[in-house]
């Protein structure tokens, strides 16, 4: 488990070092991030409130558009450390890990006007010790994705993606196993089934300023054991500002992540909410 990780961690950190993140208008960043995460559900949970830091590679910025015949890479590595993690886990390790890579190739356009772009996609997630009762966590997709720009004075831009996907999850194993008295066996999950993800964004043009929004919905149900399931929904809102351009940039946002296995694991309902605040500085 850990050795597919590294490995996630180490090719993230290799596209960021790429000797092209030098050139004229970069994909290469890193980032500050100070956020909150709690389970309002849960009379015991902490407000665990952290800061982090972040490489990042990101061929698309934050408001560029795809064009056909070249590949698009996104990727991030980031380091998070905790102040309160679990007031109920006292031997919690504070510190966390994650890496995201994800991956598009425009094939075709079509529709009047050839508004509408078809892509391949992929993408890895990968999360190692996520506080909040995560242990550990990964997702590996691949499938399609179909964008469309609706232009005027600002810009819309439309995305939705349609994939078959394997997931990873194992919860952390002291607070179900001493509530719930479950087994280590009991608590993780592995299997396949399909990811979807519907992604807007609107730029202002005079200011630059956009405003996203994205919901994501992985739904496993192929290949579990012992009749398992796991299903994660992702609510996401987000506000990104430039700083007097767009190589620095102010990035605010707020999620809401719920979970759903075959039995309640956790004794309340496993519904996460995330605020964070990040600031972005392109080399």
Known sequence: ??????????????????????????????????????????????????????????????QNTLELNKNYFRARATYYYERDSELYDDDRFRDS???KIHYYRPLTVFGDQQQYLLSGHARYEGHYNSQQLEEFEQLAVAGLSLNRRFTAVNNYDLRFTAALGYSEEEKDDDWPRESGGFGVEALG?????????????????HSNVQIQASLSRFDGRWQYDDGKFYVVNKLTFGVIVPLGDENNLLHFVS?????????????????????????????
């Not at 208008?25 to 709690?38: K, N, Q, R, T």
């Open 189 to 205: 999950r592995s299997g396949l089934g399909y990811f979807l993800e519907w992604d807007n964004r609107y730029t202002f043009s």
């Open 97 to 99: 890990m994650d890496a």
């Open 255 to 283: 999620q809401y992540i719920q979970r759903d296995y075959e039995q309640d694991l956790i004794g309340f309902d496993d519904v996460l909410y995330r605020v964070g605040a990040e600031y972005i500085h392109y080399f």
């Open 1 to 62: 488990m850990n050795i597919r990780f590294t490995l996630a961690l180490c090719t993230s950190y290799a596209l960021l070092l790429s000797p092209s993140s030098i050139a004229d208008d970069s994909p290469f960043a890193m980032s500050v991030i100070a956020g909150l995460e709690s389970y309002p559900d849960s009379e015991f949970s902490s407000l665990s409130r952290g800061m982090g830091m972040s490489f990042i590679w990101d061929e698309l910025r934050y």
